[in-house]
């Protein structure tokens, strides 16, 4: 069993920053992809990024690239999301996943363990 914990959400001036963490327990966590999520009010979850074990490859949704970050600290057990020059449609609850069996990236149906998410809200 993997238990995943986001934190760092909170509300942020239009073009402003903010950086996600995402612990995951779990003496193998070096082994997982892992990505985040995002779900606005009355929208579906949608892919944000993700990053490979090891840390060599990352993915993102084209309408954060450049904008956003995705990196991990193995030793920490911990994935971030660092998000630069934030939008008002950034705004929604953010998730973390592990993918312990291989998938794509991008679909969440590839990942097993999600956390509760946090909220980020971008006023404008």
């Known amino acids: 069993q993997v238990q995943v914990v986001e934190s760092g959400g909170g509300l942020v001036q239009a073009g402003g920053s903010l950086r996600l963490s995402c612990a995951a327990s779990?003496?193998?966590?070096?082994?997982?992809?892992m990505g985040w999520f995002r779900q606005a009010p009355g929208k579906e979850r949608d892919f944000v990024a993700a990053?490979?074990?090891?840390?060599?490859?990352?993915y993102y949704a084209d309408s954060v690239k450049g904008r956003f970050t995705i990196s991990r600290d193995n030793a920490k057990n911990t994935v971030y999301l660092q998000m630069n020059s934030l939008k008002p449609e950034d705004t929604a609850v953010y998730y973390c996943?592990?993918?312990?069996?291989?998938?794509?990236?991008?679909?969440?149906?590839?990942?097993?363990?999600w956390g509760l998410g946090t909220q980020v809200t971008v006023s404008s």
């Open positions: 996943a592990a993918q312990v069996r291989s998938g794509l990236y991008n679909d969440m149906r590839s990942y097993d363990y």
């Open positions: 779990g003496r193998t966590f070096s082994s997982y992809a």
């Open positions: 990053i490979v074990w090891s840390g060599g490859s990352t």
